[in-house]
């Protein structure tokens, strides 16, 4: 069974800095997926990265794919309260999708 | 677009009881996933459907789950007879053409079995 870690399991920031959110998987994978999830809430997907050195970026976050490396990384800039959330990694390989454990977020004013 | 809609949004049933949860994909999604989410085990992929037509289900736990798409707007899970330790909160998502398009997520379902 794949593995997916995410570092670390807790992240505490103050406003305006950055700050990066790694997720590592265990096998070959051909897709990678990051969402969002506030408390008591339910999944939004924030990026699909599809291929090796793949790059998105919306507002203040920035995600990247390096499928060598079986890692992803999460980069918040400039962090603002309302990026507070927990964070999930996700790995699709054949039928299945693995979800990483998961950063809670918070962000102090 | 209303986006995925899931039915009830909480379940509070005892042991051994039928438990059927129900979920609406957007139209014209193709793909259709059921998730489950419980502190101890995180996330779950349960069984997706494409077309209708179940794809996998190697997620579901025991023979105890079962899931339909009868259509393309509607399917079912339903755990029988339900164990506390199905509680959890069970989301539907659905995608367009597979893999590698964004799953939108319903608001999901609190089930508590006692």
């Known amino acids: 069974e794949l593995k997916v870690e995410q570092n670390p399991l807790f992240l505490s920031m103050q406003e305006g800095k950055n700050y990066t959110i790694y997720c590592n998987y265990s096998t070959t994978s051909d897709r990678l997926y990051w969402y969002r999830q506030d408390p008591g809430k339910s999944l939004e997907s924030l990026f699909v990265?599809?291929?090796?050195?793949a790059v998105k970026q919306e507002g203040r976050l920035m995600a990247s794919l390096d499928t060598k490396a079986r890692l992803s990384t999460l980069h918040i800039t400039a962090a603002v309260h309302d990026l507070s959330a927990t964070y999930f990694c996700?790995?699709?390989?054949?039928?299945?999708?693995?979800f990483g454990t998961g950063t809670s977020l918070t962000v102090i004013p | 677009d209303a986006g995925v809609i899931q039915s009830p949004r909480h379940e509070v049933t005892e042991m051994g009881q039928e438990v059927t949860l129900r979920c609406k994909p957007i139209?014209?999604?193709?793909?259709l996933f059921w998730y489950r989410q419980t502190m101890m085990r995180g996330l779950e992929l349960l069984i997706y459907f494409n077309n209708n037509v179940p794809i996998d289900d190697s997620g579901m736990p025991e023979d105890r789950f079962s899931a339909k798409m009868p259509n393309a707007s509607f399917s079912t899970l339903k755990i029988q007879p339900s164990e506390p330790r199905d509680s959890a909160v069970y989301f539907c998502a659905s995608s367009q053409q597979g893999f590698s398009y964004e799953q939108y997520f319903g608001p999901g379902t609190r089930l508590t079995v006692t």
């Open positions: 996700a790995v699709n390989t054949g039928n299945q999708f693995y």
């Open positions: 990265l599809l291929s090796n050195g």
């Open positions: 139209s014209g999604h193709d793909y």
